[in-house]
C-alpha cells in the first residue's frame, strides 16, 4: 500500500518561505503525477500546484503563481513545494497526493477527483 508523507511546515513571517516535501513509500512507483492541495479553516480544500511524473508539466493557481514552485525527485520518490513571498492568506494545511493514472508527459490534473492517494498533511501558518 502506497503511503505519502508531508513534512516542513511550521509557522512563518509574511514575505518568509517555507519549503515542503512529500515522499511516497510502499511498493514499487510506476509513474505518478504528484499535486499539492490546501484546505484553509471553514473553506474547502482548493488546488495549488501540481507536476507531471516527466517534470516537464508544471501548473499552478493564480493565487500562487509566481511565488511558489512544485518540483519532484524520482530517485528519491519526493515531491517539493517550495513557497516564498507567503502572504497570511496562505495558511493551511497542505497536502499532497497522487495520481497513479496520469501518464508521465501528460497534464496533470486541477480536481481532487483525480487523485487517488493522499497524505496527512502538513500545517503552514503564515503571520502577519
Known amino acids: 500500500q502506497v503511503q505519502l508523507e508531508e513534512s516542513g511546515g511550521g509557522l512563518v513571517q509574511a514575505g518568509g518561505s517555507l519549503r515542503l516535501s512529500c515522499v511516497a513509500s510502499g511498493r514499487s512507483f510506476s509513474s505518478y503525477a504528484m499535486g499539492w492541495f490546501r484546505q484553509a479553516p471553514g473553506k474547502e480544500r482548493e488546488f495549488v500546484a501540481a507536476?507531471?511524473?516527466?517534470?516537464?508539466?508544471?501548473y499552478y493557481a493564480d493565487s500562487v503563481k509566481g511565488r511558489f514552485t512544485i518540483s519532484r525527485d524520482n530517485a528519491k520518490n519526493t515531491g517539493y513545494l517550495q513557497m516564498n513571498s507567503l502572504k497570511p492568506e496562505d495558511t493551511a494545511v497542505y497536502y499532497c497526493?497522487?495520481?497513479?493514472?496520469?501518464?508521465?508527459?501528460?497534464?496533470?490534473?486541477?480536481?481532487?477527483?483525480?487523485?487517488?492517494?493522499w497524505g496527512q498533511g502538513t500545517q503552514v501558518t503564515v503571520s502577519s
Open positions: 497526493a497522487a495520481d497513479w493514472h496520469r501518464g508521465s508527459y501528460e497534464r496533470p490534473a486541477e480536481l481532487e477527483y483525480e487523485y487517488d492517494t
Open positions: 507536476i507531471n511524473w516527466s517534470g516537464g508539466g508544471t
